[in-house]
């Protein structure tokens, strides 16, 4: 278990860039997989992209390649969403996930969660 806290979200401009950062607490961090999810109002939680646990592997939804970049810093227990060419679909409150294991294309196995960041896209 990983204690996970979200920051970077904010109101951008549609075509604008933000980087979403979720810090993390615990020695283990860097045997979880992490990542991104995102909910828009009346709308479920969906899968925005994942990352392995040395970054080797990278797997992101159809509707974000190409703007949305995933990273992290193991020694810094951070992990990082660089958004470019925002556009106002992109609107939604942005969770940061713990899995213990591989990435998969869902939120099955995450078991640490983040409170969310709010990204809201103006056009």
């Known amino acids: 278990q990983v204690q996970l806290v979200e920051s970077g979200g904010g109101l951008v401009q549609a075509g604008g860039s933000l980087r979403l950062s979720c810090a993390a607490s615990g020695r283990t961090f860097s045997i979880y997989t992490m990542g991104w999810f995102r909910q828009a109002p009346g709308k479920e939680r969906e899968f925005v992209v994942a990352?392995?646990?040395?970054?080797?592997?990278?797997n992101y939804a159809d509707s974000v390649k190409g703007r949305f970049t995933i990273s992290r810093d193991n020694a810094k227990n951070t992990v990082y969403l660089q958004i470019d060419s925002l556009k106002p679909e992109d609107t939604a409150v942005y969770y940061c996930?713990?899995?213990?294991?591989?990435?998969?294309?869902?939120?099955?196995?995450?078991?640490?969660w983040g409170q969310g960041t709010q990204v809201t896209v103006s056009s």
């Open positions: 996930a713990a899995r213990p294991g591989q990435p998969v294309g869902d939120s099955r196995g995450y078991n640490s």
């Open positions: 990352i392995n646990w040395n970054g080797t592997f990278t």
